[in-house]
């Protein structure tokens, strides 16, 4: 009986001692500390705009608790960053606890105050841990860029944007009906989530090949990026005109490009020339009974590339129309949707179509999608469509059509597609040699999507002259 008690006695004072090493604090030099990352890096940051949060975490590594003698903002409360310690906002936390083998999150944020540069600049700042008489940091940096502000703006007379400054668009713009917008080279335009481009009057484009236009979403950082729907999109409505793009970059929009209604004069409603249209959720381009001219342009990876409605006068000429299944976007639609008429609830209205596709390229992978091209007709209006020197992939021709030297389920081979690594090539393989080379028809059109010269006579399909 004495034996156990002594037994028992033991056992007490083991797991008191226990008890106290777990709950007394280290104070070794030696303690061991462990942070997620070294440094936290913001890509290009809006001034005024603001940033996304990020965080670090900070480990106790040991059996014991470990005390933070301060977490602490090295720039203090006028650093451009801010942050916030295990849920507390601060400019310096003091003896924070650890507890042992356990670990905290700190968050920060990054509002880059106007400055009069136009250049991109780097503002840093760090964060210091202080422990046993141990200072960890960790670094912080951001690429900022001061911009041209506009929310809810509405456009008149006729106005010119430079390249000074990129644009970032905090609410709808929108150009008044008599009203011009022109977009110099080199033109850059961030939107919001909830800040489309509406066209009423005139968008004029004037990009070149160094110096495109680019329209995207105003989240740079690497989550978010390429993420489509990031921004409405660009809509030219009923009363707008005389709308001329060239090399611009369209991306990651819900709906790219919206065009209604036809044309209120003899001119196409929308001219594009040499522009991409790319990752765009639902529609690359929608077309509702309008006017769209294109050339030399690629329309890629979108929900649905093409959408061309209730009829309208269409001329696409070198143009590549294609889409891959991806991480972002599940490829369900055909690339091109044709059709003369479009059902308004109950109703179905229809319109007259003429529309010629010459040297073009209609191609998708990565989904259940048989037939690449659709073409739909109802009633007896007028309904006239040219497939003329077109590459395709179907499983069956498109109907109510004339097609004049197409190349049907021909793989065009492009130079490169990787689908995992989002990497999209749409050049031509040399080695073997795409079938879309030398197979055009001579056109008007003398430069592709590089403003490289198209060959003389007989040129290649698509957007691109190898």
Partial sequence: ????????????????????????????????????????TFDTVFTVSGSITKFFKIFNLNNQKLR??????????????????????????????????DSLYVFVQVNVDTSANNLPFIVQDSVLINYNGNNEYVQLQAYAQNANYYKNRKITGN??????????????????????????????????????FIVNGSLKINGTKSAPITFTGDRLDPDYKDLPASWPGIYFLNT??????????????????VVQSASINANPKLILSQCIIDNAYDAGILGINT???????????CGSNIILALGGDHNFTHCTVASYGNYYITHL????????????????????????????????????????VIVQKQGNSTFTVNFDHDLYKALHDPTNVTLNTVYKNIA??????????????????????????????????????????RANGIPDLGCYER
Wanted: glycine fraction near 6%; charged fraction near 15%; aromatic fraction near 8%.
């Fill in 240 to 257: 707008s005109k005389d709308n001329i793009l060239k090399f611009a970059i369209i991306k990651n929009a819900y709906q790219a490009i």
């Fill in 159 to 196: 106005v010119v944007w430079t390249n000074n400054r990129p644009y970032v668009i905090l609410g709808s713009i929108t150009i008044d009906t008599t009203a011009t917008l022109t977009l110099m080279p080199g033109v850059r335009i961030y939107s919001h989530a909830d800040a489309p």
């Fill in 68 to 101: 933070l003698t301060k977490v602490k903002l090295m720039g203090g409360a006028t650093s451009t960053f801010k942050i916030n310690v295990d849920g507390v906002p601060t400019v310096e936390a003091d003896d924070v606890v650890l507890e042992a083998n």
């Fill in 333 to 372: 639609n055909p690339v091109l949707q044709l059709s003369n008429f479009a059902t308004q609830g109950t109703q179905t209205l229809v319109a007259n179509l003429n529309a010629v596709f010459r040297n073009c390229i209609f191609w998708g992978e990565g989904g259940p999608v048989d037939d690449e």
């Fill in 291 to 301: 006017s769209i001219q294109a050339d030399n342009c690629l329309i890629s990876n």
């Fill in 412 to 453: 065009p081979m492009f130079d490169s597609i990787n689908t995992s690594k989002q990497v999209y090539d749409f050049h031509f393989s040399r080695n073997p040699a795409s079938p879309a080379i030398d197979k055009g028809t001579s056109t008007t059109f003398q430069f592709d999507l590089d403003n490289r010269p």
């Fill in 1 to 40: 009986m004495r034996l156990v008690r002594l037994f028992g006695t033991f056992i007490c004072i083991a797991l008191v001692i226990f008890s106290c090493k777990k709950e007394s604090f280290i104070s070794s030099t030696q303690a061991r500390l462990g942070v997620s990352a070294d440094t936290l």
